[in-house]
């Protein structure tokens, strides 16, 4: 069983800390323990019962008639909600809850489904995407297992890369992108739904992966010489500095625009080199993609 804090929830539910603790105190659906020092912790139970209490809250139910709902109940009422965007957030807390639980081939079906009724580009930016952004937070402060990431992470890798080899399009931009991504990096994902956009629009791609020396991707640059060099960054490792690779790369791919996206080009505030160009959101990701 996992042990979450009240912030955990905060940061998977969207529910101020400050309600939970007095949705704790009015009602009776969360019953957290506490250690020794008395920290309040959550069980698997009460974050499974938090996100469908907020998702039923935020699309128009009361909180006290919640309390008095049974959990079927609950159930019934999350999966009678009608609106598109409610039906997503729902499968993204389902994909939460099965990943909790590590119930793998729950997870796998869900995905499947989704990718079936929607597409693979439909289901990173609605399910995907938010669902990484949810428990990216879980796996920064080591809330959740090891074992819990890699499991559902290699799935999600196994679906793209078969995207990304079934990719077929007759478009031809006479354009080559280079994909990489720092030392310090290993969070693939992202970079590995960028190689698949790019391919679906018809740019070629050199996808060089994960962790890789600032010196090797200079060097397939050079003889290369592609058009535009992408990265993506989800959570790099405690001795990753930013402003380091950044001004590397300035030097290294000098004459060769760069794009860096992810959340810690989010969190950046000093200033960024000339020819490297910070994407803050996936929006903004793909309306630059279709300037290409």
């Given at each position: 069983?996992?042990?979450?804090?009240?912030?955990?929830?905060?940061?998977?539910?969207?529910i101020k800390a400050?309600?939970?603790?007095?949705?704790?105190?009015?009602?009776?659906?969360?019953?957290?323990?506490?250690t020794?020092?008395?920290?309040r912790?959550?069980?698997?139970?009460?974050?499974?019962?938090?996100?469908?209490?907020?998702?039923l809250?935020?699309?128009?139910?009361?909180?006290?008639?919640?309390?008095?709902?049974?959990?079927?109940?609950i159930?019934?009422?999350?999966?009678?909600?009608g609106?598109?965007?409610?039906?997503?957030?729902?499968?993204?807390?389902?994909?939460?809850?099965?990943?909790?639980e590590?119930?793998?081939?729950?997870?796998?079906?869900?995905?499947?489904?989704?990718?079936?009724?929607?597409?693979?580009?439909?289901?990173?930016?609605?399910?995907?995407?938010p669902?990484?952004?949810k428990?990216?937070?879980?796996?920064?402060?080591?809330?959740?297992?090891?074992?819990?990431?890699?499991?559902?992470?290699?799935?999600?890798?196994?679906?793209?890369v078969?995207?990304?080899?079934?990719c077929?399009?007759?478009?031809d931009?006479?354009?080559?992108?280079?994909?990489?991504?720092?030392?310090?990096?290993?969070?693939?994902?992202g970079?590995?739904?960028?190689?698949?956009?790019?391919?679906?629009?018809?740019?070629?791609?050199l996808?060089?992966?994960?962790?890789?020396?600032?010196?090797?991707?200079?060097?397939v640059?050079?003889?290369?010489?592609?058009?535009?060099i992408?990265?993506?960054?989800?959570?790099?490792?405690?001795?990753?500095?930013?402003?380091?690779?950044?001004?590397?790369?300035?030097?290294?791919?000098?004459?060769?625009?760069?794009v860096?996206?992810?959340?810690?080009?989010?969190?950046?505030?000093?200033?960024?080199?000339?020819g490297?160009?910070?994407?803050?959101?996936?929006?903004?990701v793909?309306?630059?993609?279709?300037?290409?």
């Amino acid at each position: 069983m996992n042990a979450f804090t009240i912030k955990d929830l905060e940061n998977l539910s969207g529910i101020k800390a400050h309600t939970i603790r007095i949705w704790e105190q009015r009602y009776h659906f969360l019953k957290p323990q506490r250690t020794d020092t008395n920290i309040r912790y959550y069980s698997n139970d009460e974050l499974k019962t938090i996100l469908n209490i907020a998702l039923l809250n935020k699309y128009g139910y009361k909180i006290s008639h919640i309390d008095k709902m049974q959990p079927d109940e609950i159930r019934t009422r999350i999966l009678s909600l009608g609106d598109a965007q409610a039906m997503q957030e729902r499968i993204v807390n389902e994909l939460v809850q099965e990943m909790v639980e590590l119930e793998i081939e729950k997870f796998e079906k869900i995905l499947t489904s989704y990718i079936a009724q929607k597409g693979i580009e439909r289901t990173v930016m609605q399910i995907l995407f938010p669902f990484l952004e949810k428990i990216g937070i879980l796996w920064l402060t080591g809330h959740i297992n090891p074992a819990q990431e890699h499991l559902v992470t290699n799935i999600i890798r196994q679906k793209l890369v078969v995207a990304i080899e079934g990719c077929v399009t007759h478009l031809d931009r006479k354009k080559t992108v280079l994909l990489f991504l720092p030392e310090g990096e290993h969070h693939e994902l992202g970079l590995l739904f960028m190689y698949f956009m790019l391919k679906n629009r018809g740019l070629k791609t050199l996808y060089l992966g994960a962790n890789v020396p600032m010196k090797d991707v200079a060097y397939v640059a050079k003889l290369k010489k592609p058009d535009l060099i992408f990265t993506h960054l989800t959570a790099t490792t405690s001795g990753f500095n930013m402003e380091r690779m950044l001004t590397n790369a300035s030097v290294q791919f000098a004459g060769i625009p760069m794009v860096v996206s992810g959340a810690p080009a989010q969190q950046y505030n000093r200033a960024i080199p000339a020819g490297i160009t910070f994407k803050k959101s996936l929006p903004e990701v793909i309306d630059y993609l279709g300037t290409l």
